[in-house]
């Protein structure tokens, strides 16, 4: 009964210590008379330590309130099991499943996620490659800032040989693997499709053309109204944040067009909604005055009236591509090292662009 007193006055001024520090191996082994090491081997349950040893040890250390040093441990093993994914907005249905697919792979391999988002600001991009590498992450996946120019706050991993993958919005360097889909080639099939429907004034809605998924959707834009000999005015490319109000702007800047478009493709679902509501609340009829193609097959695509047509590319599918090739890479595992690894894409034609009296 003594010894069980004496035991408790020694876990509570213990516990009187942890709100100075932490506990740490040596205060359960003061607390307990016993060594350090064989406090560290009674904890990692080594046979060599008695059964009842091991059971004082583990008590003393839950009511201490002792925490394993994992990131002590890292540091020796130089190894956190642990990747950063950065993404410009966590409010997005695409990335949302991107970063399904990214946890499911990670954590069947035995890694965790750290998830920062740059809200489409360089700056803050910035701050979270910084927060990425002073955590210590074995790996980081991301996709770009809506304003980023260059990559060059991303030397200080690539010079630690941090592997590094950009997965939708991406950018070259020869030290990383880029991971998306054939955006010009899917711009041009939006564009051909919307063509091939009777279309003949279609305007692009795109975002900065700083990033790869809005320049190359433009890029096959412009490709498919070549191949059919169709104007390419100015006027027909708007550019914009992508957001819900800036496609509501861009709709009504369009329907005030001398002569009006009777075509549209923008490169998200977003704004291709907005827009379908906007010209609809104007009296047009889509998709026999204005027909729309979007970008993404978000769930809102399918619940706009008409039914929106929309280039789909997995996004749970990217997230577990990108997150494999990331540890494969980490893991030193033998893979083809592809500077650009090309997902599919497929254009769902939905009632918003066909029209009664397509050219078919």
Known sequence: MEKQDLFSIIVMKAIEMKEVKDVT????AKALDLSPATISRGLKDHPGIKKETKKRIVEAARQMGY?????ARNLRVRKTNTIGVIIPRLNSYFMSTVIAGMEKVANERGYNLIISQSQESVKKEIASVNTMYNSRVDGLL???AYDTENIDHFSAL???EIPLIFFDRIAEHIQCTSIAIDNVKAGYEATLHLIDQGCRRIVYIGGNLKRNVYADRLKGYRLALMERELPQAPELVIINHMSEQEGSEAAQALMRMKPRPD???AANDTVAVTCIREFRRQGLCVPNDIAVVGFNNDPNSRVIEPNLTTVDYLGHEMGEIAAATLINTI???PSAHLNTLLLRHNLIVRQSSVRSHSTH
């Open 263 to 265: 075509g549209v493709f």
């Open 142 to 144: 991301v996709s770009l």
């Open 158 to 160: 690539l010079k630690k």
């Open 331 to 333: 893991e030193k595992k």
């Open 67 to 71: 925490q394993h040093n994992t990131f």
């Open 25 to 28: 191996i040596y205060d359960i």
